[in-house]
T-cell receptor, first 121, second 107 residues
């Protein structure tokens, strides 16, 4: 069965960086895009970007360009999201989510359990 | 980016009620719309894609309709297990976007 297992909760100070991992199992890793979505406390879902796990190409929402980096390690079947220059309003649960397809961003058929990132001095 | 607007923000209904949630897009998106259910403390779960196609394993009391810029999610007979926040998401543009969510409460 498809599973996405994310790394655990982290606490960072303002200005620091964080890297969240997402280990996939139960399907062909490179056969689907992977997205990153975040949810601030009590707020809605915010799409951050996607990575083509086969070719490595990425696309980021404009507000995250220059601050977020999406990478993958195909041998480890793991996707990563790194966010730099953390601010208090980056406090959120960060989800990885598998795209249904691999040629155009579609909808998300499997989600990780989420990783709570807290930014506080 | 395409903006998605859901209504209402919150909704209280009784078990057995028919419930409808609306999602409007800032421009036509064809049928490129998905609905997700998010229970408290959990990750979202895909319910419907292509505006009206039920994901495998989702109860048949859930249905979706609409095309262009206006869409609805309907629960035909509300069950206690349906307590959740519901999100719409468009995938017509290069950048997916979500509505702000509708919190469904059971009276």
């Amino acid at each position: 069965q498809v599973q996405l297992v994310q790394s655990g909760a982290e606490v960072r100070k303002p200005g620091a960086s964080v890297k969240v991992s997402c280990k996939a199992s139960g399907y062909t890793f490179t056969g689907h895009y992977m997205h990153w979505v975040r949810q601030a406390p009590g707020q809605g879902l915010e799409w951050m970007g996607w990575i083509n796990l086969y070719a490595g190409g990425t696309s980021l929402a404009q507000k995250f360009q220059g601050r977020a980096t999406l990478t993958r390690d195909t041998s480890m079947r793991t996707a990563y999201m790194e966010l730099t220059g953390l601010r208090s309003d980056d406090t959120a649960i960060y989800y990885c989510a598998r795209d249904h397809g691999n040629s155009w961003p579609l909808y998300f058929d499997y989600w990780g359990q989420g990783a709570l990132i807290t930014v506080s001095s | 980016d395409i903006q998605m607007t859901q209504s209402p923000f919150t909704l209280a209904a009784s078990v057995g009620d028919r419930v409808t949630i609306t999602c409007r897009a800032s421009q036509s998106i064809g049928n490129s719309l998905a609905w997700y259910q998010q229970k408290p403390g959990k990750a979202p779960k895909l319910l419907i894609y292509s505006a009206s196609t039920l994901e495998s394993g989702v109860p048949s009391r859930f249905s979706g309709s609409g095309s262009g810029a206006e869409f609805t999610l309907t629960i035909s007979s509300l069950q206690p297990d349906d307590l959740a926040t519901y999100h719409c998401q468009q995938y017509s543009g290069y950048s997916p976007t979500f509505g702000q969510g509708t919190k469904l409460e059971i009276k």
